[in-house]
């Protein structure tokens, strides 16, 4: 488990723009958010990450660097790419296993006669502080009840103005 305050494994994923997305790298005003999704065979993870595609001006506009990150083979999340309306959401994909559990993420697998890859990660959302630290964890083990975005924007302003410390640290 990631421990709030600790330092998040690093990440180096390539983005479906032909680029790449170090984490390490990152040199946000405020924080940068990655937003784990399931996949492309998730109608719930299309209509999350078309929603934050919608938002994400807001989120930048407050210094935070917004990715979506996969299990999803290139492929795969080319045709998210394509076909899903993120507008200019940053996709990275091809994130291993053994990542996405140093993330704390929950692993599935296919259920049989479903369009669904033989194993990906549930959904998770975290907010590293541009130290590298975490600030904000959610891990889901279902892609139901992600966090609301318009509760989540609320929430770090009222982090950023007030100066809001990372909670959880004890634990």
Not at 115 to 131: I, T, V
């Amino acid at each position: 488990m990631l421990v709030p305050g600790q330092p998040v494994p690093d990440l180096d994923l390539p983005l479906t723009i032909d680029a790449r997305f170090e984490l390490s790298k990152q040199s946000p005003d405020s924080f940068t958010m990655l937003v784990f999704y399931r996949g492309k065979h998730c109608p719930i993870c299309k209509k999350y990450l078309t929603e934050l595609g919608s938002k994400l001006g807001k989120f930048t506009d407050k210094g935070i660097n917004v990715f979506a990150v996969s299990m999803d083979s290139p492929e795969r999340a080319h045709v998210s790419h394509e076909e899903w309306e993120t507008g200019d959401l940053p996709l990275a994909h091809s994130l291993s296993e053994e990542k996405a559990r140093e993330y704390g993420l929950y692993i599935s697998e296919k259920r049989e006669g479903s369009e669904e890859p033989e194993r990906f990660s549930e959904p998770g959302l975290f907010l590293a502080k541009p130290d590298g630290t975490l600030h904000f964890a959610v891990i889901q083990n279902a892609p139901f009840t992600r966090p609301d975005l318009d509760d989540l924007l609320s929430g770090l302003t009222f982090t950023l103005e007030n100066d809001y410390p990372t909670r959880g640290t004890l634990t």
